[in-house]
C-alpha cells in the first residue's frame, strides 16, 4: 500500500486532467465537446499507444535492480531516453504536419465541421511530445525502484497548472478547446521537468542518452515489441469505438466522448495494481530471493484489493454521469445518450481493477506472447463486434456493448493462463519465461 498508494494519485492525474478539459468545454459548445473526441484520439489515446516505453523501462530497471547492477540501470535508462526522445520528435512531426489530414480521414465527411477545432487542439498539444515520452521514460524508471512519491510530486505539480490553466484560459478569457489544449500542453512540460528532475535526486543521470548497439536494439525490442503490439490493440479498439460513435453524429460523439472520458478516469485506479506486480514480481520471480509462493500471495491480496476497487468506482462513475449530467453538458441529447449506457459502463469497469493485476503479473513474468497475442485476439473480436452493431443500428450502446465483451475476455484469458500449472507462478523448473531465455518474435 506504500507503492500503490501514491501510484493510485499518480495514474488518475493525466485522465483527471482530459475529465477537466471535458468539463469545462462541454459547458460552453456541443461542437468543441463532439472535436474533444477525435482530438484526445490522437493525443491521449497515442500517448497510451507509447506505454510500451512505460511497461518497458520499469521492466528492465526493476530486473537490473533485483540482480544488485546499478551501472546497468543507469545504461538501461540512458537507452530508453534516447527512444523516449526519438519517438516525441516523430510524433511531433506528424502532429504539426500531418494531423488535420488524419483527423479529417478519421471524422469522415459528416463531421467534417469539427475538424478545425480538433486539429488546433492536436497540434498545440503535439508541441510537447518530445517532453512527454522523455518524462514517462524518467517516470517509469522510478517506478521500476519501488519509489511512487516522486513522480506524484510532480503530477500533483503539474495537475495544478493545468487546472489553473482552464480557469484562466477557457472561463475567463473564453478561449475554448484552443485554450484547453495550451493549459494541458503546459502542464505536460512541467511534469516531464521535474520527473527528470526527480530521477536526478536518485543519483542516476537523466540527461545521459546513448544511443541502443544492435545487440541491445534486439534485447528492447524483445521486451517492448511484444508490449507494443499488446498496446496498439488496445488504443486501436479504443480508437475505433470513438471513430464508430464520431460517424452516429455530434450528440453520439459528445455523449461517447463524456463517458470515455469518464471511463478512462475510473479505469486507471487499477493501474497501481498492475504497477505493484511489475515492480515487486520480478524479484519474486526470478531474482536472489525467488519464491513463486510468495508471488502468488501477492497476486491473491492484488485480486481481492481489485475486486473491491472495482465494485466502489464502478458505482462512483456510473453514479457522476447519471445524477450529476449537467456538470459535463447542459444538452438533453447529449444527456440522453449518456444515459443508454450507463448500466454497460458499470459492467465494464468493474473487471478492469483485477484485469490490471492479472495482466501486470504476466508483464512481470515476461509472458509477452501470450499477452500480445490474447490482446490482439481479443482487438479482433472487438473489432467484429463493433462492425456489426453498427451495422444493425445498436447506437452508442452497441459500441459499449462491445466495450464490455473486449474487457471480460482479457479478464478470463489472463485468468486461465496464471491459473495453468505449467504457466509463470505454478512451474518451478520452468526456464522459459526467465530474464535470460527471452528471445525477440
Known amino acids: 500500500m506504500v507503492f500503490s498508494g501514491p501510484a493510485t494519485g499518480l495514474c488518475i492525474c493525466a485522465p483527471l486532467m482530459s475529465l477537466i478539459s471535458t468539463a469545462v468545454i462541454g459547458q460552453g459548445s456541443s461542437t468543441e465537446l463532439a472535436a474533444l473526441g477525435p482530438g484526445t484520439v490522437f493525443c491521449d489515446n497515442m500517448n497510451l499507444l507509447f506505454m510500451f516505453l512505460s511497461i518497458a523501462t520499469s521492466n528492465m530497471v526493476a530486473t537490473s535492480l533485483a540482480k544488485g547492477d546499478k551501472k546497468d540501470v543507469q545504461h538501461q535508462i540512458s537507452i530508453l531516453l534516447f527512444v523516449g526522445l526519438t519517438c516525441g520528435t516523430l510524433m511531433l512531426l506528424f502532429t504539426q504536419f500531418l494531423g488535420s489530414q488524419a483527423l479529417t480521414a478519421f471524422a469522415g465527411a459528416k463531421n467534417v465541421h469539427i475538424v478545425p477545432a480538433a486539429t488546433k487542439y492536436v497540434q498545440i498539444r503535439g508541441l510537447a511530445w518530445p517532453a512527454i515520452l522523455y518524462g514517462l521514460v524518467a517516470q517509469s524508471s522510478s517506478l521500476g525502484m ?34 484547453a489544449a495550451w493549459a ?30 544492435p545487440s541491445e536494439f534486439l ?17 486501436a479498439f479504443y480508437s475505433l469505438i470513438t471513430y464508430f460513435a464520431t460517424a452516429m453524429g455530434t450528440h453520439m460523439v459528445a455523449a461517447h466522448q463524456v463517458m470515455i472520458q469518464m471511463y478512462s478516469m475510473c479505469m486507471v485506479w487499477g493501474e497501481p495494481l498492475s504497477q505493484t506486480a511489475q515492480s515487486f514480481m520480478p ?159
Not at 188 to 196: F, G, S
Not at 200 to 213: H, I, Y
Not at 219 to 235: D, E, Q, R, W
Open 283 to 441: 524479484e519474486l520471480m526470478y531474482g536472489r530471493t525467488r519464491s513463486l509462493e510468495k508471488a502468488r500471495m501477492l497476486l491473491k491480496s492484488l485480486m481481492i484489493i481489485g475486486g473491491i476497487l472495482g465494485l466502489v468506482i464502478a458505482g462512483i462513475g456510473a453514479s457522476v454521469p447519471g445524477l450529476f449530467p449537467n456538470i459535463f453538458t447542459s444538452d438533453p441529447n447529449v444527456i440522453q445518450q449518456m444515459h443508454k449506457v450507463l448500466l454497460l459502463f458499470f459492467v465494464a469497469i468493474f473487471a478492469t481493477p483485477c484485469t490490471h493485476s492479472l495482466e501486470g503479473t504476466l508483464l512481470a513474468g515476461r509472458d509477452f506472447k501470450f499477452v500480445s497475442l490474447a490482446m490482439s485476439g481479443c482487438f479482433s473480436l472487438g473489432a467484429l463486434l463493433l462492425m456489426l452493431v453498427s451495422s444493425r443500428g445498436y447506437g452508442l450502446p452497441g459500441c459499449w456493448g462491445a466495450l464490455l465483451v473486449f474487457q471480460w475476455a482479457r479478464f478470463f484469458l489472463a485468468l486461465q493462463r496464471l491459473l495453468s500449472p505449467t504457466g509463470i507462478l505454478y512451474s518451478e523448473s520452468s526456464t522459459q519465461f526467465q530474464v535470460g531465455k527471452l528471445k525477440a518474435t
Open 184 to 213: 494541458t500542453m503546459a502542464s505536460q512540460i512541467v511534469a516531464a521537468y521535474m520527473m527528470i528532475e526527480a530521477l536526478n535526486k536518485k543519483g542516476f543521470n537523466s540527461f545521459a542518452v546513448s544511443v541502443p548497439s
Open 146 to 179: 519501488k519509489d511512487s512519491m516522486g513522480p506524484l510530486k510532480a503530477l500533483l505539480v503539474a495537475s495544478a497548472v493545468n487546472g489553473m490553466g482552464h480557469l484562466v484560459l477557457c472561463k475567463m478569457l473564453g478561449y475554448g478547446i484552443v485554450g
Open 219 to 235: 534485447h528492447l525490442f524483445g521486451i517492448a515489441a511484444p508490449v507494443f503490439v499488446t498496446m496498439f490493440s488496445k488504443v
